[in-house]
């Protein structure tokens, strides 16, 4: 018995931390859109705050966008290595289901998927991130119409709040 309280009172050996299985450079690919930003139209309109977080030992990017006017949403974001791509799951309040797949071009993220309506019809979107050098950030939202022509849905830039 005094053997095992003995056992009890002395220190624990160190343990080192294992590191985050998301340590690795690609999964920092994103990481240039982490922060709190208001978004702006290109006419200089507030659009809306963006707050994008690291979580869960810095394997996914958390997004909680609000226009203050009633509509808001969400997306995980995370990169997948098996596959090499980055995937991005988006929903609102408005009941949109959005799921993009894609990675880094250049500087600019890329992601790319597509949505159906109520009676099946198709629509492709693409959305890019780019950072700005000056620490802003462009987000060029871009989708297809029925004859599958692509045209800006959205164009925002965040700065920082």
């Not at 930003?37 to 030992?57: M, Q």
């Amino acid at each position: 018995m005094r053997s095992l309280l003995l056992a009890l009172l002395l220190p624990l050996p160190a343990i080192a931390a294992a590191p985050s299985p998301c340590a690795a450079d690609t999964f920092r690919q994103f990481d240039f859109w982490l922060g709190a930003w208001n978004v702006y139209t290109p006419d200089g309109k507030l659009a809306g705050t963006n707050r994008i977080s690291s979580e869960y030992d810095g394997c996914v990017l958390h997004e909680r966008y609000e226009t203050g006017k009633g509509y808001k949403g969400e997306s995980l974001n995370t990169y997948d290595p098996g596959t090499k791509r980055w995937h991005q799951t988006w929903v609102d309040n408005q009941g949109t289901l959005l799921l993009l797949d894609g990675g880094l071009h250049g500087t600019s993220m890329v992601l790319e998927g597509e949505t159906r309506d109520p009676v099946g019809a198709r629509t492709r979107h693409r959305i890019t991130w780019t950072p700005n050098p000056h620490g802003s950030v462009r987000q060029h939202w871009e989708s297809t119409d029925a004859a599958g022509k692509w045209s800006t849905a959205f164009d925002g830039k965040y700065t920082c709040i």
